[in-house]
């Protein structure tokens, strides 16, 4: 199965402040990839399919990229509400699996 | 708005039978193929299985191959999982999520429920 890597673990952000995820695919999964965030207590939620399109519905200022094995989650002036968790899913091949997930934090 | 709502967690002992339930709210889940996923304590997410739209094709994860059943009732507009021989290690939060076809054999997960628990411990 394909195995996803998420770094970092925990990411501490001022508000305002820019963040990077990433994500490592142990095979080439092309871009079929998507990022996710969770707030608790609230369904998980699409923010990017494809690698790089965003859902509908999702502010600019988050954007994805990367293909192959590598990929990234880029939040910028993070707000209040980014303050979640955020995995990411490849649906390359079967089984479909979700990287273990980046937590944001409030620095 | 748009809402998927899951029912039908509890407490089961192992090797004992749990039926899951998805409906939908503001949509027609009859209409898209659909996913179970799973989220143990302290864990990451874990998909369990994939229905189409038809019932004609199913996948599972491994650890549940030949245990659990993913089916639908489109006239109901509803989702289920029968969860049979169920083991400690099958507690977790469940979640049903659409399925957005982008290509043959190929989707992405779009919409998701809140989940329902499902704790299997004697």
């Known amino acids: 199965e394909v195995v996803m890597t998420q770094s970092p673990a925990t990411l501490s952000v001022s508000p305002g402040e820019g963040a990077t995820l990433s994500c490592r695919a142990s095979q080439s999964i092309g871009t079929n990839f998507a990022w996710f965030q969770h707030r608790p207590g609230q369904a998980p939620r699409l923010l990017i399919y494809d690698a790089s399109t965003r859902a509908t519905g999702i502010p600019p200022r988050f954007s994805g990229g990367g293909s192959g094995t590598e990929f990234t989650l880029t939040i910028s002036n993070l707000q209040s509400e980014d303050f979640a968790v955020y995995f990411c899913e490849q649906y390359n091949d079967w089984p479909l699996t979700f990287g273990g997930g980046t937590k944001v934090e409030i620095k | 708005e748009v809402q998927l709502i899951e029912s039908g967690g509890g407490l089961v002992k192992p090797g004992g039978s749990l039926r899951l339930s998805c409906v939908s709210s503001?949509?027609?889940?009859?209409?898209?193929?659909m996913n179970w996923v799973r989220q143990a304590p302290g864990k990451g997410l874990e998909w369990v299985s994939f229905i189409n739209v038809a019932s004609s094709f199913t996948k599972y994860v491994g650890s549940v191959m030949g245990r659990f059943t993913a089916s639908r009732d489109n006239a109901r507009n509803s989702l289920y999982l029968q969860m049979n021989s169920l083991r400690v290690e099958d507690t977790a939060v469940y979640y049903c999520?659409?399925?957005?076809?982008?290509?043959?054999?190929?989707?992405?997960?779009?919409?998701w429920g809140k989940g329902t628990t499902v704790t299997v411990s004697s």
């Open positions: 999520v659409t399925a957005i076809p982008i290509g043959p054999g190929y989707h992405y997960m779009h919409v």
């Open positions: 503001g949509f027609s889940l009859s209409a898209s193929p």
